[in-house]
């Protein structure tokens, strides 16, 4: 998440108002949880591909979400959106156990 908001707001905006960045996350009827990062930015290059970006950023979004084993996504051309796509194993459990712990205090 960190990277994708670093890259929206360092790229995506070339104007000072109506900027938005949105974060959401949720379980998909498989099971699986979804986390999208969207801006209403510039959006990707027309001949952007993912899978050829040499970016340090994607390389290593992509990376970590390799990590937890999870799909990684980035699209767009009127703004940006990067999903990211893992199962909601035991881990991920623990972790939205102590986010909900530091919201409630």
């Given at each position: 998440?960190?990277?994708?908001?670093?890259?929206?707001?360092?790229?995506?905006?070339?104007?000072?108002?109506?900027?938005?960045?949105?974060?959401?996350?949720?379980?998909?009827?498989?099971?699986?949880?979804?986390?999208?990062?969207?801006?209403?930015?510039?959006?990707?290059?027309?001949?952007?591909?993912?899978?050829?970006?040499?970016?340090?950023?994607?390389?290593?979004?992509?990376?970590?979400?390799?990590?937890?084993?999870?799909?990684?996504?980035?699209?767009?051309?009127?703004?940006t959106l990067i999903t990211v796509i893992f199962t909601?194993?035991?881990?991920?459990?623990?972790?939205?156990?102590?986010v909900a712990a530091g919201a409630a205090t």
């Open positions: 998440m960190n990277e994708a908001i670093t890259n929206a707001l360092k790229y995506a905006f070339t104007t000072d108002t109506n900027n938005e960045i949105r974060i959401s996350m949720y379980s998909k009827p498989d099971g699986k949880i979804e986390l999208a990062i969207a801006d209403n930015g510039k959006g990707m290059p027309a001949d952007f591909r993912q899978s050829r970006s040499n970016s340090l950023g994607i390389k290593l979004m992509r990376g970590l979400t390799g990590d937890i084993g999870g799909e990684f996504n980035i699209t767009g051309t009127q703004g909601n194993d035991p881990i991920i459990q623990q972790v939205k156990k102590i």
